[in-house]
């Protein structure tokens, strides 16, 4: 899965959400999140994002992210 970090925080930017064919973006409290169970991990929401926020969770130490989007996708 693709996840949403911090970069995102106060972010005016919907690119990422516009491009998603499965729509698995949601509003968290004040960034977007990504649904991990949701994200087929296509990878063309990455290069979308002004911020750079956007980073697959293969990359280090990315477990409490995958956790933070979770639970802001589900809140709602
Ligand atoms: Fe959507 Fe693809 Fe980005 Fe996952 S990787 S959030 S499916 S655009």
Redesign the pocket.
Known sequence: ??VVTDNCINCKYTD?VE????D??YEGENMLV?HPDE????????PECPADA?RPDTEPDMENWVDFNRKYSEMW
């Open positions: 899965t693709y990422c491009v998603c064919p499965v698995c973006f990504i994200c087929i991990d296509c990878g063309v929401c990455e956007i």
